[in-house]
């Protein structure tokens, strides 16, 4: 995470692994196998030590229901699509939102 005149800016290998940890819940073996690709490189992406091709981010993004935009701008924190959940989930999802600003 790096701060720039009071603007967070949160590297993709950070909303990657907020992701995995946070929204999905799942290990780095599990998540690299919901996606199709290997444990080392699901660790490369959140090492910073390469990026994830278009397919993986499209596919983390439906997974994880937030925008593709959210995961490529560095800028912008994540963008939740909140469509099609139910009042739990959505509670859920408040839930992580706040847990989420206080780091």
Request: aromatic share 8%.
């Amino acid at each position: 995470m790096v701060q720039k005149e009071g603007v967070v800016f949160v590297t993709l290998s950070e909303k990657i692994q907020f992701v995995r940890k946070n929204i999905l819940k799942l290990n780095v073996s599990d998540f690299a196998e919901l996606l199709g690709v290997n444990r080392r490189t699901v660790s490369a992406w959140e090492h910073e030590e390469m990026n994830p091709s278009l397919n993986n981010i499209v596919n983390m993004s439906i997974l994880s229901n937030i925008s593709i935009d959210s995961f490529v701008k560095g800028n912008q924190s994540f963008e939740l699509i909140c469509r099609d959940i139910s009042r739990e989930q959505y509670d859920i999802l408040n839930q992580v939102i706040k847990e989420y600003k206080k780091r």
